[in-house]
């Protein structure tokens, strides 16, 4: 099975510093997409930000970047300047055929004030 | 625009009964899927709907159904719940694009089996 390893379950950062979440997926594609998704308490998951595997260039939303390592497998979450807000589950998500997402386990982020 | 709307948001079944999920896609967008997330878990992939078939299905059981009706809405039905079936269902629509697509998720259903 080509999975989403996602090897922390729990992550803890102080309000206004740096926090990096670790993925790393398995996949025998050349071209595919990778995302990170948050889930709030609210339940509904929201797209953080995406990756074309092919693009050398890692993608930053804002706040927000990824340390994409196409060779190592691995696609990891950077979020700077921690706010309160950005406390929740984190997935790593991997495009799989026609548009099926393939999720890790999650990531649950805390946010220390 | 509404955005992925999910119904209802909470239910409680009894074990051997049938269950009916409702969603209502992002305006434009053609694909519906659905996913299951147990406690804890990631979302795992039961199936995709386009053009009213059923696309792609993951590792789920026959008693997991579903529908696409000609408004690209979309239907998930389970029949025979088992307690494991608990779990929070999930609905995501996109844009048929091929890999260079975002998929907008619903606030999901919360299914609990007694």
């Known amino acids: 099975a080509q999975t989403v390893t996602q090897s922390q379950p729990e992550m803890s950062v102080q309000e206004a510093e740096t926090v990096t979440l670790s993925c790393t997926y398995d996949t025998s594609e050349s071209d595919y997409y990778l995302f990170w998704y948050k889930q709030p308490p609210s339940r509904q998951m929201i797209l953080v930000i995406r990756?074309?595997?092919?693009?050398?260039q890692n993608a930053t939303e804002n706040r927000f970047s990824v340390n994409f390592q196409k060779a190592a497998k691995s696609f990891s979450l950077k979020i700077s300047d921690s706010q309160l807000g950005d406390a929740a589950m984190y997935f790593c998500?991997?495009?799989?055929?026609?548009?099926?997402?393939?999720f890790g386990q999650g990531t649950r982020l805390t946010i220390n004030p | 625009d509404a955005g992925v709307t999910q119904s209802p948001t909470h239910l409680i079944k009894t074990r051997g009964q049938q269950v009916t999920l409702r969603c209502s896609p992002k305006s434009g967008h053609d694909t519906v899927s659905w996913y299951q997330q147990a406690l804890g878990q990631g979302p795992q992939f039961i199936f995709q709907y386009y053009e009213e078939e059923e696309r792609q299905r993951g590792n789920f059981p026959d008693r997991f159904s579903g529908h696409q009706f000609p408004n690209y809405s979309s239907e998930l039905n389970v029949n025979a719940l088992l307690l494991g079936d608990s779990a929070l269902y999930l609905c995501a629509s996109s844009k048929d694009r091929g890999l260079n697509t975002e998929a907008f998720f619903g606030q999901g259903t919360r299914l609990t089996v007694v």
């Open positions: 998500a991997r495009i799989q055929g026609a548009q099926k997402l393939v």
């Open positions: 990756q074309e595997a092919y693009k050398q």
